[in-house]
């Protein structure tokens, strides 16, 4: 029997038991002096026989604060042999476990305390959390409380005052549980709840540098999407405005790579100007298709610029073997934040001729000392235009002059050491990205692009699927690991819709709808309405978690809304929609509330608040004709149109009666109907496009 600190156990048996996991996160981890284990019953067991409380700790590979944990805490020797002697650590990677960080994220919100990561949890042996937080410094440092006081307070409650610490822990499983179950009374999804959004959220909204709030600001792509969609179905044009702030202010910010394309995750400031360097693959996919949508809305070039950039950098930086897309890159280079990224005047200096190295560091502001760390952080302080009108000559030719600039200072670039790469594929955020570059594909008529995000959906389909069917959170060297979680589905199945409405191709539509009814099959919640974001073989957590509003990325049943209404469109099928329309009634007081936080359920609602146009391709979809009608109808912005496509005879009519019954006419057709009405069929551009705008 133990004496509850476990210390001649831990001297027998202790090790590190990461070594042998796929996680970038967790084999970052795999040589600290700390006895980590991976998520599992051997830990929880272990814990049961020496009698001690768990510590859990969540983090992910690109995050700041979890390797600045890691070195100053879990890399020290005396801190570590306290932590293996009272306590059996646990090392979770959240994009591998979100299930398990949801769940510990709202325990420690919970408790009282600020969530983010690292997430670190003290829990009971059978994984009720009773204290828990984000990143402690080693010692006590500015009111921050250090972690070595920390783990010596929670020992010593362990041995002298465990039954208060049960309890606790008892009492958040108890609430963890029941907020899983409620479901909220339903209210009227309508106009007047996507108006009362919008004006609460005009009221967040930053009038001089777009986003919402202040420091630290998110680019809240959710909530832009609304915004895009609430402006075409109301025409409100404030909606607009705001949208083209947000955009323009990103698009010349810090938080844009201006040399390589792509985006960080957050700004530090509210001008956009430092980011916080990691940049992730879901916040990419998700700008990718604001910045795409607005370019059709807008025409402005700037936006399919920036567009494109994000794909040269997906292409470049992002592509797996295979064909699937990494999670992300890491702040740091060489142990330093942004080191990558940032730049000196003298650096600018010493790599272009001088008349360009003066135009190049006026256009980003580059000084010394300069923004950040002695260093610059690239933005745009004064636009080409701008350039052009001081020094009185043609802006092309200004524009030329930076573009050949910018490629010399991104060759140097690659000079350098870079960020690590996290390069698991991650079922929910390839889903995510599929559906974006699908969407750019098309509508930027790109080939290449739909190109790679068949590449994409294969490499998912073929390597991250189970025996039965259901989806693998993430792939990385030949192995897979965890369950999907209701997010893959629902992005992987929202994915290949858009893959289909690119390529005509209705594979990627029947494996979309395989993966829908999967999750409808495993995921429902007990009342019927939405869904749990664990699968019915969940059996190794203490309560079943279920997220309704947006993070980083749409919640699985915001997902889920948007997704049915789109399956049951193509399917005729009433019993789709009605699901899909019952999680946005589920949740019109939260929506009223919270806007913020619920920007894609807004954004899914335009659905039924208007209804969708169907948009049917009669004729081979390879041919010019096809084509034309095709390029036509994508030239005018319609967030909720759904594209099919039936061939010559109707094929596959018999799955998805929205491509019944519409004959081809001539060389190729276009039907577009709304509402249960559809208008007659039209052959040529003009009278497609005349119809559109009718």
Not at 288 to 315: C, F, K, M, N
Not at 574 to 580: K, S, W, Y
Request: proline letters at 5%; a negative charge.
């Amino acid at each position: 029997m133990s004496d509850g600190s476990g210390t001649d156990n831990a001297k027998m048996s202790g090790r590190n038991r990461l070594g042998n996991e796929t996680s970038p996160y967790l084999l970052q981890h795999k040589d600290n002096p700390v006895d980590w284990y991976p998520w599992g019953d051997e830990a929880f067991r272990v814990a049961k026989e020496r009698d001690v409380p768990i510590f859990l700790s969540i983090g992910y590979s690109t995050c700041h604060w979890c390797h600045v944990m890691a070195h100053e805490s879990f890399s020290d020797e005396q801190t570590a042999q306290v932590m293996n002697e009272r306590f059996v650590n646990i090392k979770v990677d959240r994009e591998e476990r979100p299930d398990v960080d949801a769940i510990y994220m709202q325990a420690t919100q919970a408790l009282g305390n600020q969530g983010g990561w690292p997430l670190n949890i003290f829990m009971t042996p059978d994984g009720k959390p009773f204290f828990g937080g984000t990143y402690w410094p080693l010692h006590d440092r500015q009111g921050i409380p250090g972690f070595q006081r920390i783990i010596g307070t929670m020992a010593t409650m362990w041995k002298n005052d465990r039954q208060k610490l049960v309890d606790g822990g008892e009492q958040v499983a108890t609430y963890l549980r029941q907020s899983a179950r409620v479901v909220p009374q339903p209210g009227q999804v309508d106009a007047a709840l996507s108006e009362k959004a919008f004006i609460a959220l005009y009221r967040q909204f930053d009038k001089e540098w777009g986003g919402f709030n202040g420091a630290p600001k998110f680019p809240q792509p959710s909530t832009l999407t609304f915004l895009l969609r609430h402006h075409v179905r109301a025409g409100e044009g404030m909606a607009l405005r705001m949208i083209e702030t947000t955009l323009n202010g990103m698009a010349d910010g810090g938080i844009h790579d201006q040399l390589g394309g792509g985006f960080s995750r957050y700004s530090v400031d509210e001008k956009w100007h430092v980011p916080h360097f990691e940049k992730m693959l879901y916040d990419n996919a998700q700008l990718l298709h604001v910045y795409t949508d607005a370019w059709v809305l807008t025409g402005d070039p700037y936006y399919r610029e920036v567009a494109s950039g994000i794909v040269t950098w997906l292409q470049r930086e992002m592509v797996v073997d295979g064909g699937g897309f990494a999670a992300g890159l890491d702040a740091d280079s060489e142990g330093v934040e942004g080191k990558f990224y940032i730049w000196s005047a003298a650096e600018v200096d010493a790599l272009l001729e001088p008349d360009d190295a003066e135009l190049v560091k006026t256009h980003f502001g580059i000084s010394d000392p300069g923004s950040f760390e002695g260093k610059t952080v690239l933005s745009v302080a004064q636009s080409i235009e701008e350039l052009a009108a001081d020094r009185a000559v043609d802006v092309d030719e200004v524009r030329q002059r930076i573009t050949a600039a910018k490629a010399k200072m991104l060759e140097a670039r690659s000079q350098r050491i870079p960020p690590g790469r996290d390069d698991k594929v991650i079922a929910a955020w390839n889903g995510l990205m599929i559906h974006a570059l699908a969407h750019a594909g098309l509508v930027f008529d790109e080939p290449d692009w739909t190109g790679l995000t068949t590449d994409a959906a294969t490499f998912v389909l073929e390597r991250m699927r189970n025996a039965d069917g259901g989806l693998t959170r993430t792939y990385r060297d030949g192995e897979t690991r965890g369950n999907g979680v209701l997010e893959d589905y629902a992005a992987m199945a929202y994915g290949l819709a858009e893959l289909y409405a690119a390529t005509a191709e209705i594979r990627w539509l029947d494996a979309g709808r395989e993966l829908l009814d999967y999750a409808r099959e495993h995921f429902r919640h007990d009342t019927g309405v939405g869904f749990y974001d664990t699968p019915d073989s969940t059996t190794d957590l203490v309560a079943r978690p279920r997220e309704m509003s947006d993070g980083a990325l749409p919640s699985g049943n915001a997902l889920m809304a948007e997704v049915l209404l789109v399956y049951g469109t193509y399917g005729y099928d009433a019993t789709l929609t009605d699901e899909g329309a019952a999680i946005l009634r589920s949740m019109v007081r939260p929506i009223e509330d919270y806007p913020l936080f619920t920007g894609f359920l807004l954004a899914a609602a335009q659905r039924i608040i208007e209804p969708p146009k169907e948009l049917v391709f009669a004729g081979d979809p390879g041919s010019d004709a096809v084509q034309e009608l095709r390029k036509t109808a994508l030239a005018t912005y319609d967030p909720t149109r759904v594209i099919g496509y039936s061939g010559t005879a109707g094929e596959h009519a018999d799955r998805y009666p929205m491509l019944a019954d519409r004959p081809l006419v001539g060389d190729a057709a276009a039907y577009v109907c709304s509402g249960g009405t559809c208008r007659p069929a039209v052959t040529t551009a003009d009278a497609l496009a005349e119809m559109l705008r009718a």
